[in-house]
Every structure is written in structure tokens, then in C-alpha cells.
């Protein structure tokens, strides 16, 4: 089996936690879609309006980037959260 590309597991991510009609509005699915984005574009997101900044100041947000840029592996102490 083909691995997936990382276009085809942002859609999987999208479609299992979106159910709006305008999924851009609804948090579980910027949550979902802002885990999947580098860092630096989720502060940059976090700029377009009052949303999308409060979506990206979850802790949940940031531990996946956190995890995903370091193999899954944080040392100890490394991430508490807020």
C-alpha cells in the first residue's frame, strides 16, 4: 500500500473532523487542519480574525506540531503545555 501524501492526510484529518457547511468556521476543523501545518504558517493563520487566533493558542495545536517536528520524542520536561 502507497503511503499518503501530505495532501491526501490533510483531507482525511478535514473530512473526519469537519461537519459544517463552512468548515473554515468551525474549530474541530481549523484544530484539525492547523495540526497538520508547520509552525510558522499556524502564526501566521493566527492573524486572519479572532477564531482562527483562538484555535491556534490551543495547547492541542501546538503539543502535535511540537511532537510531529521532533520525531514524537519530546525530552523530558520539553513540553508541559501552559
Known sequence: M???SSVDGL???LT???TASSPLEEPSCLRALFCCLPAPEVA???TVCRLWHEVAQL???WETIY???HD???EP???AGR
Open 16 to 18: 473526519a473532523a469537519c
Open 72 to 74: 514524537g520524542k519530546p
Open 11 to 13: 483531507r482525511l484529518a
Open 59 to 61: 495547547d492541542q495545536v
Open 2 to 4: 502507497a503511503a499518503l
Open 77 to 79: 520536561g520539553e513540553w
Open 44 to 46: 501566521r493563520a493566527a
Open 67 to 69: 511532537l510531529r517536528e
